[in-house]
């Protein structure tokens, strides 16, 4: 089902803007959708698991040394990168 913008309450127009982290505007239509995620078998979460931590064992083996600010400034970066508006806790 579409809802447009000009037709919801207070709060669920609240809690979209709050989902969507922006405001939502008046002529725009919004549509919610729950998705199941696709089963996944005991043994295929196995070998995804075991190539994650090859993969990852791969990358530690050619990562140069570093200070933990140093780690903290890459992933506070990499935050940002997907929040912009992400301001780390200090």
Do not use: C, W
């Amino acid at each position: 089902m579409i809802h447009h913008a000009k037709d919801l309450s207070v709060d669920q127009k609240a809690a979209i803007e709050s989902l969507l982290g922006r405001r939502v505007l008046e002529n725009e239509a919004i549509s919610i959708r729950a998705i199941e995620p696709p089963a996944v078998s005991d043994r295929r979460r196995r070998e995804q698991t075991a190539e994650l931590r090859k993969y990852f064992s791969d990358v530690d083996a050619l990562r140069q040394p570093g200070s933990p600010e140093e780690a903290e400034e890459v992933l506070t970066e990499a935050i940002r990168s997907s929040r912009p508006g992400y301001r780390p806790h200090r």
